[in-house]
Nanobody
Framework: QVQLVESGGGLVQPGGSLRLSCAASRNIFRLYDWAWYRQSPGKQRELVARITRGGNTNYADSVKGRFTTSRDNAKNTVYLQMNSLKTEDTAVYYC?????????WGQGTQVTVSS
């Protein structure tokens, strides 16, 4: 079974930046399109960014222009660069495939944007 491990979260002030990473335990990243998801308390998990096998990206309107996703297939890792963070970006962030069947969800990484 593939393990996904997200990292890079933390506490940041509004306007700040963070870079998240998601690593897989097996060499599978090159085979699929991948996405970053986030979930806030009381809300459903939402997709915020996706990247295709070819490197094309797409973003939710709420993060467009502020977030950038990238991938390094050789390292089995996807990244999410988050700039100009807002309080509403506070959530647990996860990575997984774009299209089911999903891999087992990792524990995610907490991002808290607060002054």
């Amino acid at each position: 079974q593939v393990q996904l491990v997200e990292s890079g979260g933390g506490l940041v002030q509004p306007g700040g930046s963070l870079r998240l990473s998601c690593a897989a335990s097996r060499n599978i990243f090159r085979l699929y399109d991948w996405a970053w998801y986030r979930q806030s308390p009381g809300k459903q998990r939402e997709l915020v960014a996706r990247i295709t096998r070819g490197g094309n990206t797409n973003y939710a309107d709420s993060v467009k222009g502020r977030f950038t996703t990238s991938r390094d297939n050789a390292k089995n890792t996807v990244y999410l660069q988050m700039n100009s963070l807002k309080t509403e970006d506070t959530a647990v962030y996860y990575c997984n495939k774009v299209i089911p069947p999903y891999e087992a969800w990792g524990q995610g990484t907490q991002v808290t944007v607060s002054s």
